[in-house]
């Protein structure tokens, strides 16, 4: 009889993957390589239902992880629509008020963690997602002049002025009411960080645009999702990002990842072999005290995997996870 083990290690950065709930196998392989911290995309399930029954949705999903040995330890995407928030169309005020109130239940239940996104009328886009990389593995692919083409979308132009406006209002609404509940609010960059992306403005496409952030409102709990591909492309330097927000404490979650190419023109890579040296900067968030949520993200589809959802196939997130707990260990790098 083979004893089931559970995973010893304690404290430091916590290795994670995101999920849905009812993923029951990608949650069984994930614990199986280790995984015991799970981020949860909450938007299909709170969608359906009325603010007054989100605690309750929250406890059971919660549940659901711990049944499975693993900490739900935050949400990905925003928990509730958050379109008209962000275009700043009739109706933001009810999704406001839903926000707030899936922040409180979210508190409630034991989860402080929100990472959400400013990108309004689409999310992170590419222009293909079957690019041959690797022995044959597909990975995604942003191509300006291909998106050019393609025109406005439904929305027409938005200006990066409207944009930003309704990122001020949404956060005087929702920062003071997370930080009284100890949720951190964990703002992800555009993807891929340009502006206008097919007549939309975008505004988190720079480090400075953050800091901007940081000091419209001055809350500990007003921090950044550090997506390191997406602050490559922005030609920033890394390890210097790292050290500024890991000494002010405003990195709450890591997504690792790595491209090729420019922020008008790039495809994804391997986790092992895109231009930036992943254990340079492994060093530096244990060197200035990183202890959240570090997953990795958007892998290629490796053979024999489904493509219908480009970048989040498991394989290539087992193959990330084993190189990044190398590094890790090769550097004695805690992690759990």
């Known amino acids: ?30 614990s199986q390589i280790g995984i015991n911290t799970a981020i949860v995309g909450v938007l299909p399930v709170l969608s359906r239902l009325p603010r007054g029954q989100y605690f309750d949705a929250l406890r059971r999903i919660k549940s659901e992880f711990e049944d ?17 928030i962000k275009l700043g ?10 926000y707030i109130a899936a922040i409180k239940a979210l508190a409630h239940v034991g989860v402080s963690l929100v990472c959400y996104n400013w990108m309004a009328g689409l999310g992170w886009y590419r222009t293909r997602t079957d690019v041959r990389e690797r022995g044959g593995a597909l990975v995604s692919e942003f191509d300006n002049e291909v998106a050019s ?19 001020n209002y949404f956060l005087n609404a929702v920062i003071p009411v997370a930080e009284c509940e100890g949720v951190k609010m964990a703002l992800h960059p555009d993807d891929p960080p340009l ?11 720079s480090a400075a645009s953050f800091r901007r952030i940081f000091e ?78 570090m997953r990795p993200d958007h892998a290629p589809t490796l053979e024999g995997e489904s493509n219908a959802h480009p970048g989040y196939a498991m394989i290539g997130k087992v193959f990330a996870v084993g190189y990044m707990k190398g590094a890790m260990d090769a550097l004695g790098i805690p992690y759990s």
């Open 68 to 84: 499975a040995g693993m900490t739900f330890a935050g949400v990905e995407s925003h928990p509730v629509p958050s379109e008209k």
């Open 216 to 293: 419209m409102n001055p809350s500990p709990v007003n921090g950044v999702t550090f997506c390191q591909a997406n602050f490559v492309l922005m030609g920033e330097n890394i390890g210097a990002l790292i050290r500024e927000w890991g000494v002010s404490k405003k990195i709450f979650f890591v997504h690792i990842r790595d491209v090729d190419g420019t922020r008008n023109h790039f495809r994804e890579t391997f986790h092992d072999s895109g231009p930036t040296n992943l254990t340079d900067s492994l060093a530096l968030y244990n060197k200035y005290g990183f202890d959240g949520p």
């Open 89 to 98: 169309l009739p109706g933001r005020d009810e999704e406001i008020e839903n």
């Open 149 to 167: 083409k393609q025109g406005l979308t439904e929305w027409g132009e938005v200006s990066e002025e409207k944009i930003w406006s309704n990122l």
């Open 1 to 30: 009889m083979v004893r089931e083990t559970s995973n010893l290690r304690t404290g430091g950065i916590k290795l994670a993957e995101l999920f849905e709930p009812g993923e029951d196998r990608k949650i069984r392989l994930a």
């Open 195 to 205: 502006s206008p992306l097919r007549g939309l403005g975008r505004i988190l496409t």
